[in-house]
C-alpha cells in the first residue's frame, strides 16, 4: 500500500465518522430526506385565481367588448358598443334640457334660441304645419347616426346574439345571423313605416304620374320629411360601417359598396331637388323585398330543412319589389317627365332654388337604373341558390365566404397566427 493512500485512510474515517453523527440530528435527517425526494408544493393561503377560460369560436368579437368610453370614443369603437353609444346620444338631450332650465329660471332670457333642438327635432317648420328642407336637417342626421349605432349594436348584442345562441347556432353563423336578424328588424320597421308614409301621398300604390305633377313638392308632412331623414341616418351609419369594413366582407363587397354609394346619391339628390315623393315610391321597394331576403337568412342559419320554401317565397317579393315596380318607376321618370309644368323644368339655378332642366332627367334615371343593375347582378345569384336548393339541397349564400368554415376549436387568433 502506497504512502498516499496510507495518508488518505483516516481522512475517509473521519468524514464518515462526521456523517453518521450528523445523521443523528433530526433537522439534518429531513433535510437529506428531501434531496431524495422533493416535497409536494403546497398552495398558498387566499383567493385562488381564477382559471381563464378557453377562447371559443362563440365569443363575441373583441372589437363588440368596450375599453372604457374614452377608448371607445377616441378609436370609433362606440360605433360598435352600445353602451357607448348611449353615452354620446345622451349629450344632446342633457344639453337640451340644460339651455330649457336656464332659461325657465331666468339665467338666459326667454327668447335665447335653443340650438340644441335642431339635433332632437326636424327642422324648417312651415306656417301651415308643413316642413321643408333646412340647412339644420345635417345636426339632425349626425345625431340619429349615433342612433342607428346604438340600436343596431344594442339590438344584435343583447337581443340577437342570446336568440342565436338558444337555437344552437354555432361559431362564424352567430354573427351572421346577428346581421340578418337586424335587417329583419330595421327593414320591418321602415317597410312598414315607408307604406304608412306612402299611403297619405298621392302617389299610392304607384300612381307614377303624381311624381311630377304639381312639382315642386317643396312642402312636407312631419311623417315624410322624419321618415326621409331617419332613412338617411341609417344608409350614412351603415356605409360608415361599411367603410370600415367592421363587418366581414362577402365576395360582393365592390358592388355593396357601389350599391350604399348610389343609395344615398338618390337619398340626397331627391330630397335636395323635392323628389322625395319617388324616393318614398324606391325606400318601399327596396325595404320590403329586404325583409323576406334577411328572414329567409336567418331560417336557413337555424333549419336548411325549413328554408327553401321561405327562400322561394322571397323570390317572389323580390322580382315584384326590386325589378316589376323599379321598372316600373324608370319607365315613369323618362316617359312622364314633361308632366312636370315647363316653368319648373327649364331652369338649373341652384342658389334661386330651381334645379329640374332636360338634363336632370338622366341624373335622376341613371342612379335608378344602375340600381336595378345591381339588383339584376343580385337576381341571378338568387335564382342559383334557388336552383341549387330545388335540385341540390344546397341554400348556401353565394354571397358569404365564411359558411364553409370548420367548426373546430381553433380560435381567431390562432388562426392568424398559424398565417
Same mark, same amino acid.
Not at 361559431?171 to 306612402?198: D, P, W
Given at each position: 500500500?502506497?504512502?498516499?493512500?496510507?495518508?488518505?485512510?483516516?481522512? %475517509?474515517?473521519?468524514?464518515?465518522?462526521?456523517?453518521?453523527?450528523?445523521?443523528?440530528?433530526?433537522?439534518?435527517?429531513?433535510?437529506?430526506?428531501?434531496?431524495?425526494?422533493?416535497?409536494?408544493?403546497?398552495?398558498?393561503?387566499?383567493?385562488?385565481?381564477?382559471?381563464?377560460?378557453?377562447?371559443?369560436?362563440?365569443?363575441?368579437?373583441?372589437?363588440?367588448?368596450?375599453?372604457?368610453?374614452?377608448?371607445?370614443?377616441?378609436?370609433?369603437?362606440?360605433?360598435?358598443?352600445?353602451?357607448?353609444?348611449?353615452?354620446?346620444?345622451?349629450?344632446?338631450?342633457?344639453?337640451?334640457?340644460?339651455?330649457?332650465?336656464?332659461?325657465?329660471?331666468?339665467?338666459?332670457?326667454?327668447?335665447?334660441?335653443?340650438?340644441?333642438?335642431?339635433?332632437?327635432?326636424?327642422?324648417?317648420?312651415?306656417?301651415?304645419?308643413?316642413?321643408?328642407?333646412?340647412?339644420?336637417?345635417?345636426?339632425?342626421?349626425?345625431?340619429?347616426?349615433?342612433?342607428?349605432?346604438?340600436?343596431?349594436?344594442?339590438?344584435?348584442?343583447? $337581443?340577437?346574439?342570446?336568440?342565436?345562441?338558444?337555437?344552437?347556432?354555432?361559431?362564424?353563423?352567430?354573427?351572421?345571423?346577428?346581421?340578418?336578424?337586424?335587417?329583419?328588424?330595421?327593414?320591418?320597421?321602415?317597410?312598414?313605416?315607408?307604406?304608412?308614409?306612402? %299611403?297619405?301621398?298621392?302617389?299610392?300604390?304607384?300612381?307614377?304620374?303624381?311624381?311630377?305633377?304639381?312639382?315642386?313638392?317643396?312642402?312636407?308632412?312631419?311623417?315624410?320629411?322624419?321618415?326621409?331623414?331617419?332613412?338617411?341616418?341609417?344608409?350614412?351609419?351603415?356605409?360608415?360601417?361599411?367603410?370600415?369594413?367592421?363587418?366581414?366582407?362577402?365576395?360582393?363587397?365592390?358592388?355593396?359598396?357601389?350599391?350604399?354609394?348610389?343609395?344615398?346619391?338618390?337619398?340626397?339628390?331627391?330630397?335636395?331637388?323635392?323628389?322625395?315623393?319617388?324616393?318614398?315610391?324606391?325606400?318601399?321597394?327596396?325595404?320590403?323585398?329586404?325583409?323576406?331576403?334577411?328572414?329567409?337568412?336567418?331560417?336557413?342559419?337555424?333549419?336548411?330543412?325549413?328554408?327553401?320554401?321561405?327562400?322561394?317565397?322571397?323570390?317572389?317579393?323580390?322580382?315584384?319589389?326590386?325589378?316589376?315596380?323599379?321598372?316600373?318607376?324608370?319607365?315613369?321618370?323618362?316617359?312622364?317627365?314633361?308632366?312636370?309644368?315647363?316653368?319648373?323644368?327649364?331652369?338649373?339655378?341652384?342658389?334661386?332654388?330651381?334645379?329640374?332642366?332636360?338634363?336632370?332627367?338622366?341624373?335622376?334615371?341613371?342612379?335608378?337604373?344602375?340600381?336595378?343593375? $345591381?339588383?339584376?347582378?343580385?337576381?341571378?345569384?338568387?335564382?342559383?341558390?334557388?336552383?341549387?336548393?330545388?335540385?341540390?339541397?344546397?341554400?348556401?349564400?353565394?354571397?358569404?365566404?365564411?359558411?364553409?368554415?370548420?367548426?373546430?376549436?381553433?380560435?381567431?387568433?390562432?388562426?392568424?397566427?398559424?398565417?
Amino acid at each position: 500500500m502506497s504512502s498516499s493512500t496510507t495518508q488518505r485512510m483516516p481522512n %475517509r474515517g473521519r468524514s464518515s465518522s462526521v456523517t453518521n453523527a450528523l445523521k443523528q440530528i433530526p433537522l439534518n435527517q429531513q433535510q437529506e430526506q428531501s434531496y431524495g425526494k422533493v416535497s409536494e408544493v403546497k398552495p398558498l393561503s387566499g383567493k385562488p385565481r381564477p382559471k381563464k377560460r378557453k377562447a371559443s369560436k362563440d365569443d363575441l368579437p373583441d372589437n363588440y367588448i368596450s375599453r372604457g368610453f374614452w377608448d371607445d370614443l377616441k378609436t370609433g369603437r362606440w360605433m360598435l358598443i352600445p353602451s357607448s353609444a348611449f353615452l354620446i346620444m345622451l349629450i344632446s338631450p342633457i344639453l337640451y334640457w340644460n339651455h330649457k332650465l336656464l332659461t325657465q329660471y331666468g339665467i338666459l332670457k326667454p327668447d335665447t334660441p335653443n340650438p340644441f333642438k335642431y339635433l332632437l327635432w326636424i327642422s324648417g317648420e312651415l306656417p301651415n304645419g308643413t316642413y321643408t328642407k333646412s340647412i339644420y336637417d345635417f345636426a339632425f342626421l349626425a345625431q340619429h347616426v349615433v342612433f342607428w349605432s346604438f340600436v343596431r349594436q344594442f339590438v344584435t348584442i343583447h $337581443i340577437l346574439r342570446p336568440m342565436a345562441l338558444s337555437l344552437g347556432i354555432k361559431g362564424s353563423k352567430i354573427m351572421r345571423f346577428l346581421e340578418q336578424g337586424y335587417a329583419v328588424f330595421y327593414f320591418t320597421i321602415m317597410g312598414t313605416l315607408g307604406i304608412f308614409v306612402m %299611403r297619405g301621398l298621392p302617389t299610392w300604390w304607384y300612381k307614377t304620374e303624381y311624381f311630377w305633377i304639381d312639382y315642386p313638392h317643396k312642402q312636407m308632412t312631419w311623417e315624410l320629411k322624419t321618415y326621409y331623414l331617419m332613412q338617411a341616418a341609417y344608409w350614412i351609419q351603415q356605409t360608415i360601417l361599411l367603410a370600415a369594413k367592421i363587418e366581414k366582407p362577402r365576395k360582393d363587397f365592390k358592388e355593396l359598396v357601389a350599391h350604399h354609394i348610389v343609395t344615398l346619391w338618390l337619398i340626397g339628390w331627391s330630397y335636395n331637388v323635392y323628389l322625395t315623393y319617388i324616393g318614398v315610391s324606391i325606400f318601399v321597394t327596396m325595404d320590403v323585398s329586404d325583409i323576406f331576403l334577411a328572414l329567409a337568412k336567418c331560417v336557413n342559419y337555424v333549419s336548411e330543412w325549413a328554408s327553401p320554401p321561405f327562400f322561394a317565397f322571397f323570390v317572389g317579393v323580390w322580382t315584384y319589389f326590386r325589378h316589376y315596380l323599379n321598372i316600373w318607376i324608370l319607365w315613369s321618370v323618362y316617359a312622364q317627365w314633361n308632366l312636370i309644368p315647363e316653368k319648373e323644368r327649364s331652369r338649373f339655378a341652384p342658389l334661386e332654388d330651381q334645379w329640374l332642366v332636360w338634363w336632370m332627367k338622366w341624373q335622376v334615371f341613371v342612379p335608378i337604373f344602375l340600381l336595378q343593375l $345591381i339588383n339584376l347582378f343580385w337576381y341571378f345569384l338568387i335564382w342559383r341558390i334557388l336552383i341549387k336548393a330545388v335540385f341540390y339541397n344546397d341554400l348556401r349564400d353565394e354571397r358569404s365566404d365564411d359558411e364553409d368554415e370548420p367548426e373546430g376549436d381553433q380560435t381567431t387568433t390562432e388562426k392568424l397566427k398559424a398565417q
